[in-house]
């Protein structure tokens, strides 16, 4: 997922202030395709969910949430206002 929202950031022609914002989020997020890749592979979060609190895992979801929340608000406003 990182990766297509870094392309489609990339592939983005912003014609206002929200359309920039958004291409910035997408490419922002994009930047972590290596970790988002690379992380689980290594066995990092195996330790995490082998038991314990786990609060880590609950926060770091929750902040993916907050992240993806304007970029959904944005992109909303992007394909209605492409629609008109």
């Given at each position: 997922?990182?990766?297509?929202?870094?392309?489609?950031?990339?592939?983005?022609?912003?014609?206002?202030?929200?359309?920039?914002?958004?291409?910035?989020?997408?490419?922002?997020?994009?930047?972590?395709?290596?970790?988002?890749?690379?992380?689980?592979?290594?066995?990092?979060?195996?330790?995490?969910?082998?038991?314990?609190?786990?609060?880590?895992?609950?926060?770091?979801?929750?902040?993916?949430?907050?992240?993806f929340l304007p970029v959904?608000?944005?992109?909303?406003?992007?394909?209605?206002?492409?629609?008109?």
């Amino acid at each position: 997922m990182a990766l297509s929202t870094f392309f489609t950031g990339l592939s983005m022609r912003p014609k206002n202030r929200a359309d920039k914002w958004l291409k910035a989020l997408l490419m922002i997020h994009g930047a972590f395709y290596l970790s988002c890749t690379f992380m689980p592979i290594t066995g990092m979060f195996a330790r995490m969910s082998s038991g314990g609190d786990g609060i880590g895992g609950r926060l770091a979801l929750v902040a993916w949430c907050a992240y993806f929340l304007p970029v959904g608000i944005l992109s909303f406003l992007h394909f209605r206002l492409r629609k008109r």
